[in-house]
């Protein structure tokens, strides 16, 4: 069955960086567009990053351009987030996205929380 299975997840001091993974299993990743979506508590879902199924297109929600970049290697069926310039306002369970017909694959998310 179709598993992704995000890690990297932690508390991180305001300006520090954290790298996130996303293991990919159960469907053919390399056809797939992969996203990072994130939740904080009381704030609607916001759509991180986007990159396409070769990596050769990426898109970013304005709150992140410019700190975070998503990246994929698809031999080892993996999506990555690396996050620079952390704020708190960046505190968010981190999930790991493929969208997909007639529902999308969701992980089970991973905790980031920027704080001093």
């Known amino acids: 069955q179709v598993q992704l299975v995000e890690s990297g997840g932690g508390l991180v001091q305001p300006g520090g960086s954290l790298r996130l993974s996303c293991a990919a299993s159960?469907?053919?990743?390399?056809?797939?567009?992969m996203r990072w979506y994130r939740q904080a508590p009381g704030k609607e879902r916001e759509l991180v990053a986007h990159?396409?199924?070769?990596?050769?297109?990426?898109r970013y929600g304005d709150s992140v351009k410019g700190r975070f970049t998503i990246s994929r290697d698809n031999p080892k069926n993996t999506v990555y987030l690396q996050m620079n310039s952390l704020k708190p306002e960046d505190t968010a369970v981190y999930y790991c996205?493929?969208?997909?017909?007639?529902?999308?694959?969701w992980g089970q998310g991973t905790q980031v929380t920027v704080s001093s």
């Open positions: 996205v493929a969208p997909s017909l007639p529902g999308d694959y």
């Open positions: 159960g469907f053919t990743f390399s056809s797939y567009s």
């Open positions: 990159i396409s199924s070769t990596g050769g297109t990426t």
